[in-house]
Structures are given as structure tokens and as C-alpha cells.
T-cell receptor, first 114, second 113 residues
Framework: NAGVTQTPKFRILKIGQSMTLQCTQDMNHNYMYWYRQDPGMGLKLIYYSVGAGITDKGEVPNGYNVSRSTTEDFPLRLELAAPSQTSVYFC?????????????FGQGTRLTVV | GENVEQHPSTLSVQEGDSAVIKCTYSDSASNYFPWYKQELGKRPQLIIDIRSNVGEKKDQRIAVTLNKTAKHFSLHITETQPEDSAVYFCAASNHPGANNLFFGTGTRLTVIP
């Protein structure tokens, strides 16, 4: 049971480039989320999804896009990367309908935009 | 939206002493309060959580207390050990799921052997 898997672990982008951060979970969780963690800061919600085909904006969605075509996958797309998007990105999933709201996190993707 | 404030930002304690981290929240509708531990370079992991219908919850050396009237909750770690050294995040949510889980800015706890 792998849990939540993110790829890549590290990436350096040039300003204006685009990339997709991959996230997949094998726990059959309905809910999935993307957070960013800036140095010395907490986690801020970028986007979330309550199920396949449904996505919603979080606190800081600007500059990002997501899709949820399957229950397992929730990729995060960065278009026209900017230095302000330098951060560590965490994907997470949970299955609240069981009454267990715990969010399980992936190992993170460290992104640097130069 | 919800605003979660966490104090202190850093905390150093001697091994064996207790550590207390405090959080306040602004949305009275929040009803779920988890605490996450993040070791250096690793992902956040849930260590304990509490719902608004409970005032206190304990799990071995870790306890969480909740004061709904004052809108604050605290993490208590007793008999601290070096492996407790990490960044701890509190969070608040008004939904059983975590789709709107708002995190505090974190507390870096250092346990000095």
C-alpha cells in the first residue's frame, strides 16, 4: 500500500515555463488536495477535489490548475511559472465519509523557479 | 474564512520537560482540530485530533485540549524526548473532511538531550 505518491521530488523551472506535478493515491479516497508550504510557514490550500470530475479553489489558486479525471489521480498544473511559486508542494487525500477525517500527505515536491 | 494563529513559533525544552503549543481560531463553526508533526524534510503526519464535542483527548504522552468558548486549543507533550523534535502544525476545519483545513504557521520544537 503506497498511500499518496507525488512526482517529481525536486524540480527547477525557469520563469515562464510550465509543468505538471503528479499525485496519485491507492487508498480509494474521495477527497484530494494540493497545498503549498513556503519556508517557515504553514500549509496553504491551492485546490481540492471531493471526487472525480469535481474540483474547487482553495486559498491560493492563482497560477495553478487541476483536474480529477479518476479517483486516484489529481495532477497540479503550473502555467507560466513565476519566482513566487517557489515552494514545497504537498498533495493529500482523505475519506471523510468513513468518519475518519485524517488527511494523508505525499512526500512533497520541492519546486524552485529561477 | 478561518484564520488559525499558532504560538510560539519556536520552542526549546530540556528532555523530560513538558511542551505546550497553543492555537486560536476565528470561525466558531469550526468543529475539527487536528495536529500534525513534520520532521525535517518529511511529510506532515497526523499525531492527534479532537472534535468540538470533546474538551480533551489523550494518547500516551500527547494530549490536546479545546476551549470552544475562547476558540483556542492546545497541544501538550509530556516527558519530551529528542525524537519529539519537529515542526508541529495545528489546523481547524468546519467540515468532516479536510477540504477546508486551515493550518497554523507551525512551531519548531527542539528537545535538548
Amino acid at each position: 500500500n503506497a498511500g499518496v505518491t507525488q512526482t517529481p521530488k525536486f524540480r527547477i523551472l525557469k520563469i515562464g515555463q510550465s509543468m505538471t506535478l503528479q499525485c496519485t493515491q491507492d487508498m480509494n479516497h474521495n477527497y484530494m488536495y494540493w497545498y503549498r508550504q513556503d519556508p517557515g510557514m504553514g500549509l496553504k490550500l491551492i485546490y481540492y477535489s471531493v471526487g472525480a470530475g469535481i474540483t474547487d479553489k482553495g486559498e491560493v489558486p492563482n497560477g495553478y490548475n487541476v483536474s480529477r479525471s479518476t479517483t486516484e489521480d489529481f495532477p497540479l498544473r503550473l502555467e507560466l511559472a513565476a519566482p513566487s511559486q517557489t515552494s514545497v508542494y504537498f498533495c493529500a487525500s482523505s475519506y471523510p465519509t468513513t468518519g475518519l477525517p485524517e488527511a494523508f500527505f505525499g512526500q512533497g515536491t520541492r519546486l524552485t523557479v529561477v | 474564512g478561518e484564520n488559525v494563529e499558532q504560538h510560539p513559533s519556536t520552542l526549546s525544552v530540556q528532555e523530560g520537560d513538558s511542551a505546550v503549543i497553543k492555537c486560536t481560531y476565528s470561525d466558531s463553526a469550526s468543529n475539527y482540530f487536528p495536529w500534525y508533526k513534520q520532521e525535517l524534510g518529511k511529510r506532515p503526519q497526523l499525531i492527534i485530533d479532537i472534535r468540538s464535542n470533546v474538551g480533551e483527548k489523550k494518547d500516551q504522552r500527547i494530549a490536546v485540549t479545546l476551549n470552544k468558548t475562547a476558540k483556542h486549543f492546545s497541544l501538550h507533550i509530556t516527558e519530551t524526548q529528542p525524537e519529539d523534535s519537529a515542526v508541529y502544525f495545528c489546523a481547524a476545519s468546519n467540515h468532516p473532511g479536510a477540504n477546508n483545513l486551515f493550518f497554523g504557521t507551525g512551531t519548531r520544537l527542539t528537545v535538548i538531550p
